[in-house]
């Protein structure tokens, strides 16, 4: 199974162990046998349900634990960190910690069926009053402040789904620093300092690059300079051609797995 | 119960995906680096080596490549890959390269082709140029040539290869004038010689019996104009390199000199001097008329035109020391475009249009620098004792100065644009007052 799967599953599993709970269905639960084929069967992998006392802790700590601006507006207009390029792994494996932990969790995991048991006499519901709103243990079927519940859900998925400012500024880094490095821009050309050039790519989860990279954009062409303009565009296609493969944080796939690169040589000259 | 919990999985399922609204990630490349790109040049193959008045065919594909490779390294903006890099192609690899060794020897491009005989005594040079890394073929052209002119078709393969990569015209299948002087300082003699740009086919084309200055090509033919004292009266004359024949410029009972092409060839810029000062005049190649620009009581002199003919760059003392001024073709609007210490002088106009190269002179050190037409963005490219009398390369990029050493030697030498390749270039004798040609045909 993939990270990007197992973490997915896992947050649902996260997920509707705390509706079960709060809805007051755990109390239906004891009497009832948690047979595998209640498991949705995208979930059967993880099939020993994660030790339920822990749940709670390990989801609260993945959350992005600096807020931040709104995690969802934005992203890429999130501001720089004025600090140079921290090395690529050791933010990211700071950040992976929880999920790790998860993992161990899993793998430490005992037998389903002691489950649902220990996972109700662990469960606090004083903490999830302050995430749920307390109408809806009345209300069985649906839940009605839905934003609120939607974002408690947000901060309770794992890593690696969602991405911090911070995240992202390393992400950034360890793309720029990768790829800064195979691009011979054309310098000294009379047009240089107004071209610039965005390409998308198209990464496999391996850093290899899945497709041609792809020419979204350009400034600074004109009639006058086309030989000069596809010679630049060319430049930076083979600089990702040549850097290929990336190393970039396997966890953060979901977002180097297609992105732009704008390249821009006006500090070149 | 199962239903119900169902519901509340199905109910769940759109939180799940609540990843942050997919802005796509956009990064900024705002440097690359500054090396020069590896490109692999290896020993264009033949199909059977014949012997021509050249040498072999196997043996011109091994210079045809050196020259390539020359050319390109010269140019400072590639690496050439030497042939021990990768294993030397075969005539089916010439369309049929493999890659995957040249990717190995980290090479971005790869410059192939071929040297064949044909039976009418002429060589035929193909030239192919490949992107390593996405295995595209980005040109490819053929040359037929005598065997003597096999040099020109490796110049010429250069030039396809560095506009096709760098999108700027080329330069190397150009040619160089200047004044080669030899003998004691007290008897210096000076003679008019040319070379290709990369100081090969040298000879001279006067004797030396009079002193030359300061020639100048044009950009159009096959004619040079240079300043001689022939007859004890410095004057301009014309020269044709084809026929030898040579001509005065004009009917002027005083000193004329500084000559210099329009883009068109058809006018010539000079200076006049009459009663101690002298002005800059215009001289119409073909009706043999003049017409004069400037009437200031001062200096004016080293007169070059812009690419478009529009305006006219030169240097005149008319502020109190020697400074740049630009002026319409017709003699008005002058502007001063050159401030701050010391003086500048010998301006000559970009054929890119975009700089003016001159020498700046402070404290008793010349230096080249360009300027901006509007006087802006002044910047020093060389810094040595005395480097003087710029000449641009065909395409702009490149500028041949002459360099003056404390021991008197002096050599001709040229810079980039970006101030870092500094490159000497190879003169039997002493040499000054190099001017570059432009693009052969």
Known sequence: MTERGALLAAGGLHLALLLALSLGISRALPNRDMSPDVTPIEYLEIGPVPTATKLPQPSMEAAPRDPGPPPSSDLPDVPMPQAPAPPVVAPLADDKAPQDAIAEDVRKAPPPRSAPSQARNSFDPGAMAALIDKAIPDAPVRPRDTSAFAKSIEQAIPKGARISPRQVATLEQAIRAQIAPCWNPPIGGADVSEMTVVLKIRLNSDGTVAAPPEFVSQTGASAGNQAYARAFVETARRAVLRCAPLDLPADLYTHWREFELNFDPRQMT | ?441
């Open chain 2, 1 to 441: 119960m199962k239903p119900k919990l169902m519901a509340l999985l199905l109910l769940a399922a759109p939180f799940i995906g609540l990843q942050p609204a997919a802005a796509q990630l956009r990064v900024d490349i705002t440097r690359g680096t500054e090396a020069p790109m590896p490109i692999a040049v290896p020993s264009f193959p033949t199909g059977a080596s014949v012997a021509t008045p050249a040498g072999t065919t196997a043996d011109l594909g091994r210079q045809v490549a050196g020259i390539i490779s020359a050319n390109l390294q010269g140019s400072g903006l590639f690496r050439p890959l030497g042939a021990g890099a990768f294993p030397a192609p075969g005539m089916a690899d010439v369309q049929q390269p493999q890659f995957g060794a040249f990717r190995t020897a980290a090479a971005q491009a790869l410059v192939t082709g071929f040297v064949t005989a044909n039976p009418n005594g002429t060589l035929t040079i193909g030239c192919y140029l490949y992107d390593v890394f996405s295995e595209e073929e980005l040109m490819r052209q053929g040359f037929t040539v005598t065997p003597a002119g096999w040099r020109r078709a490796a110049h010429k393969c250069s030039d396809a290869v560095y506009s096709r990569l760098t999108g700027e015209s080329g330069y190397f299948d150009s040619r160089i004038v200047y004044v080669a002087e030899s003998g004691p300082r007290t008897q210096r003699v000076k003679r008019l010689a040319i070379m290709d740009q990369d100081g090969a086919n040298h000879r001279f084309l006067t004797s030396g019996q009079s002193l030359v200055l300061m020639p100048r090509f044009s950009p159009v033919s096959e004619t040079i104009s240079y300043m001689s004292f022939a007859n004890d009266r410095p004057r301009v004359w014309l020269y044709n390199i084809g026929t030898g024949q040579q001509e005065a410029v004009g009917t002027f009972d005083s000193m004329s000199f500084a000559g210099r092409f329009s883009s068109d060839g058809r006018t010539l810029l000079m200076s006049v001097t009459r009663s101690g000062n002298a002005d800059i005049y215009a001289y119409d190649v073909a009706s043999r008329r003049s017409t004069r620009l400037t009437s200031s009581n001062s200096i004016d002199t080293s007169p070059s035109f812009s690419p478009d003919g529009k305006r006219i760059v030169f240097e005149s003392d008319r502020g109190g020391a020697q400074q740049l001024y630009v002026m319409n073709a017709d003699g008005t609007g002058t502007q001063r475009i050159s401030f701050g210490e010391g003086r500048a002088g010998s301006p000559v106009w970009s054929p890119r249009g975009d700089l003016i190269a001159f020498t700046r002179i402070v404290g008793g050190k010349f230096r080249i620098a360009v300027i901006r037409p509007d006087g802006s963005g002044e910047r020093l490219l060389t810094d040595s004792w005395q480097d003087e009398g710029p000449s641009w390369s065909p395409n702009g990029r490149v500028i041949i100065f002459s360099r003056t050493e404390r021991n008197g030697r002096t050599t001709l030498r040229s810079i980039d644009l970006t101030g870092r390749n500094d490159r000497r270039i190879p003169t039997p004798l002493d040499a000054s007052d190099p001017a570059w040609g432009p693009l052969l045909r």
